[in-house]
């Protein structure tokens, strides 16, 4: 016999949220970091060489211990360094 239990979608949706919230920020901090330690990436970015981008989204996600999201780092990373 199957039981059903009633949940409140709304705390359910809170606590998505809560966990996105926390993700994005996670990604966001990873992403400041690796900025931070690969200065010479930086440059070599900057100077035209964008194919750094693949390095510096793969020490995120070694930050990350593989949670992100490479397209999502991808993105925080050329915002950060096309700014």
Same mark, same amino acid.
């Given at each position: 016999m199957?039981?059903? +239990?009633e949940t409140d979608? +709304?705390?359910e949706l809170e606590a998505v949220?809560?966990?996105l919230r926390d993700r994005i920020h996670a990604d966001?901090?990873?992403?400041?970091d690796v900025l931070l330690e690969s200065p010479k990436q930086v440059e070599q970015y900057k100077g035209g060489k964008t194919t750094v981008l693949g390095y510096l989204v793969g020490?995120?996600?070694k930050a990350t211990r593989g949670q992100a999201n490479p397209q999502s780092l991808n993105q925080l990373f050329k915002q950060k360094l096309d700014s």
């Open positions: 199957e039981r059903h +239990v979608p +709304v705390a949220c809560h966990g966001r901090n990873a992403v400041d020490q995120a996600m």
